[in-house]
């Protein structure tokens, strides 16, 4: 267990749903970063935070997903209008502002779409 | 363009043998490299990690090494055993924040 918590830990639903995911960080870690994991690949960054401040999104975070962390302690990731091809593990990882860069990662939440 | 790879998709290894799992990249700027173990469905662990300025880094059973003239790194893990079968990747901290991922090594450990 690392510290970092991610709920809930399977999501089922059908297409056209919104779906929301929560992360909560190690405590002192000021950075928090959401990566999309799908069969057999390795994680793909989507966005990242610094505290509140959400200071980098991928391309591949299209318009129907955003991510909030209002008061720079957890973090929440919205799916709006799911679709088959957004079915992945989403992970979950915090860090702290100094050094370099030790990602600490969650359990991720395993997100089917029917 | 910018890639962090794997020579190897899967590596079967005897119980107490050591192994080793390569990873090749290919921005020369890349300063620090991490290890992640991941067991089946759970999150990647943090094995080790080492940055540009070294070639070379132990931990408990396991050593990276960094060959920064072919861009190429390695995790050897010693005297293996059942709890080390996993799927392993390297990762790239790219300067500022995020991580870039190979597509990892499945180990899997025989009896």
């Known amino acids: 267990d690392t510290g970092v918590s991610q709920d809930p830990r399977h999501k089922i639903t059908k297409r056209g749903q919104n779906v929301t995911f929560r992360c909560d960080p190690i405590s002192e870690h000021n950075r928090l970063y959401w990566y999309r994991q799908t069969l057999g690949q390795g994680p793909e960054f989507l966005t990242y935070?610094?505290?509140?401040?959400?200071?980098?999104k991928s391309r591949l975070l299209s318009d129907r997903f955003s991510a909030e962390r209002p008061k720079g302690s957890f973090s929440t990731l919205e799916i709006q209008r799911t679709e088959q091809g957004d079915s992945a593990m989403y992970l979950c990882?915090?860090?702290?502002?100094?050094?370099?860069?030790?990602?600490?990662f969650g359990p991720g939440t395993r997100l089917t779409v029917l | 363009g910018e890639s962090v790879g794997l020579h190897l998709p899967t590596l079967s290894v005897q119980e107490g043998d050591n192994s080793i799992i390569n990873c090749a990249y290919s921005n020369s700027a890349s300063d620090y490299f991490i290890w992640y173990k991941q067991e089946s469905g759970k999150g990647p662990q943090f094995i080790i990690d080492?940055?540009?300025?070294?070639d070379k880094r132990q931990g408990q059973r396991v050593t990276v090494l960094l060959n920064k003239t072919v861009k190429h790194l390695s995790l050897q893990i010693a005297a293996t055993q059942p709890g080390d079968s996993a799927v392993y990747f390297c990762?790239?901290?790219?300067?500022?924040?995020?991580?870039?991922f190979g597509q990892g090594t499945r180990l899997t450990i025989n009896p």
């Open positions: 080492i940055r540009s300025n070294m």
């Open positions: 990762a790239e901290n790219k300067g500022a924040q995020k991580l870039v």
């Open positions: 990882a915090s860090s702290q502002v100094s050094g370099y860069n030790e990602q600490f």
């Open positions: 935070f610094q505290n509140e401040a959400q200071l980098e």
